[in-house]
């Protein structure tokens, strides 16, 4: 169980982000294994291969260096109201989701998840962040299933919130009964058969 209102970092991760760089680096150099026995690699100008060649280096090397910097930016808090995400290398990030606009915790492990022993934890929610799939999602974690079920125990301690934004009060001292609705259904009904019959 992880502690309140404590930050934590997902410990598997770096080495989640480093295997995802290994399988990509073995595709290349297969690629560049065909090319080399097909003849199309003799045949194509010193320039490009150089070129070609340096682009992978700084590309791998770009990655391999933003990995560990990814994961000294990268943690998650619950507080006692919420589930803090921040993060980024370049451009700092940080995302919350209230614990009572929760709607549904779901988690998932690939593959390359099962082969470093990590799962992620999917936090899905109502509307609030305007987005479909799931609003925050922990990835590259080990306890991924006791922390869903830890996310799970808070939003049962609340009540849930109402979807609608909390920028859009609520419009106080109307009520409308079901007569006036059924009165404009039928004004709305009359005046389209009229628009119909002109």
Not at 115 to 131: E, K, N, P
């Amino acid at each position: 169980m992880r502690p309140r209102n404590k930050w934590f970092k997902p410990e598997q991760l770096r080495r989640y982000y480093f295997v995802y760089e290994a399988g990509a680096l073995l595709v290349v150099l297969c690629v560049i294994g065909v090319l080399a026995g097909t003849g199309i690699l003799t045949q194509l100008a010193d320039w490009v291969v150089l070129v070609g060649g340096a682009g992978l280096l700084i590309a791998f090397g770009y990655v391999t260096w933003w990995i560990p910097a990814f994961y000294r930016t990268t943690g998650y808090r619950f507080t006692d109201d919420e589930i803090e995400y921040r993060r980024g290398v370049f451009f700092r990030q940080k995302t919350t989701v209230p614990y009572n606009r929760i709607t549904n915790v779901g988690t998932s492990q690939g593959p390359i998840q099962r082969l470093v022993s990590a799962g992620s934890v999917g936090i899905h929610t109502a509307g609030y962040g305007g987005q479909m799939g799931a609003e925050l999602t922990i990835s590259g974690v080990s306890d991924y299933e006791a922390i869903k079920e830890q996310i799970l125990d808070r939003v049962r301690e609340r009540p849930a919130k109402a979807t609608e934004s909390e920028d859009e009060p609520a419009i106080v001292g109307t009520t409308t009964s079901t007569d006036e609705v059924v009165s404009e259904l039928r004004r709305i009904r009359e005046l389209l058969e009229q628009h119909r019959t002109m």
